[in-house]
């Protein structure tokens, strides 16, 4: 069994094949999936999904730092609220900051920037006052959040870096605080060595994969629409790269990803 321990289903919930995808990831051996947060517009889609198929889908609510709008502070006072239903989420994410995504004015990027590190630490707060993992977003700013977690009282081992796009002494300098770093299918692809020697230097008890879907499809189905079966193809390269079974692979990322989300 693997899980998918980071994708989007509210693509797949809106076309109207999700049945589908489930299906085809349990046929590859996905037995559960952690659909992740980035805004108001998708938590309550997840929690419908997470009571409706209990043995399947987990997830997660926060702010994508792409998805902060002007009335976050407003969106940020209903997360509480979704921890004490009966169908709570696993974590708070994804959050944190991208740099990629600004606006092409230096002050309104400066501008950017300043209100994603004020959402992040708002956000990082909450999930040190609820106790709960943090799955974190970094595209082009990897040590602007170290610094931001750090200046926090966040618990690192409770913080996962999605889609590890760094090399590995950036992995070295979250696994040192307590973190760690989740791969995704670009780990696969032929311009990522730095991204396979991170995924050598982490060690084996923190590793996990993800998909990303629909995004970031792995080889052998790079430039289809992706969804968490492939997830069976990024676990089996990097097996093959780690030099273990494919089995053993599976079996070790499965309960990485059931301790630190506390999953079933």
């Known amino acids: 069994m693997l899980i998918d321990s980071h994708c989007h289903l509210e693509s797949f919930y809106r076309k109207g094949n999700l049945a589908d995808v489930l299906q085809n990831a349990a046929e590859a051996g996905v037995g559960r999936i952690v659909t992740i947060g980035t ?5 309550e889609i997840y929690r419908q999904l997470a009571a409706q198929y209990r043995s399947k889908i987990s997830y997660t609510v926060g702010l994508h730092p792409t998805d902060v709008e002007d009335d976050w502070e407003e969106q940020l006072d209903r997360v509480p609220d979704f921890f004490e239903n009966e169908n709570p989420p696993v974590g708070i ?11 092409k004015s230096p002050q309104d990027a400066e501008a950017v920037k300043s209100r994603q ?3 992040f630490k708002k956000q990082l707060e909450l999930a040190s006052s609820m106790n709960c993992p943090v799955v974190v ?12 977690i750090d200046e926090t009282d966040t618990d690192w081992s409770q913080i996962v870096f ?8 950036e992995i070295r300098l979250l696994n040192e605080r307590g973190g760690r770093g989740s791969f995704t299918g670009i780990v696969t692809y032929k311009n990522a060595e730095s991204i396979r020697e ?3 230097a982490q060690d084996m008890e923190r590793l996990m994969v993800e998909t990303d879907a629909p995004y970031l499809a792995p080889v052998p189905m790079r430039g289809k629409r992706n969804e968490s079966a492939y997830v069976r193809h990024t676990a089996e390269f990097c097996a093959r790269l780690l030099s273990m079974e494919a089995a053993e692979f599976a079996r070790q990322t499965t309960a990485n990803a059931e301790r630190f989300f506390n999953l079933p």
């Open 162 to 169: 999605h889609c590890f796009a760094d090399g590995p002494e």
């Open 198 to 200: 991170a995924l050598l």
């Open 39 to 43: 805004s108001v517009k998708d938590w």
């Open 93 to 103: 994410g994804e959050i944190g900051l991208d740099h990629f995504h600004l606006p």
């Open 137 to 148: 977003h970094s595209r082009n700013s990897f040590h602007e959040c170290v610094k931001v």
């Open 117 to 119: 590190i004020l959402v």
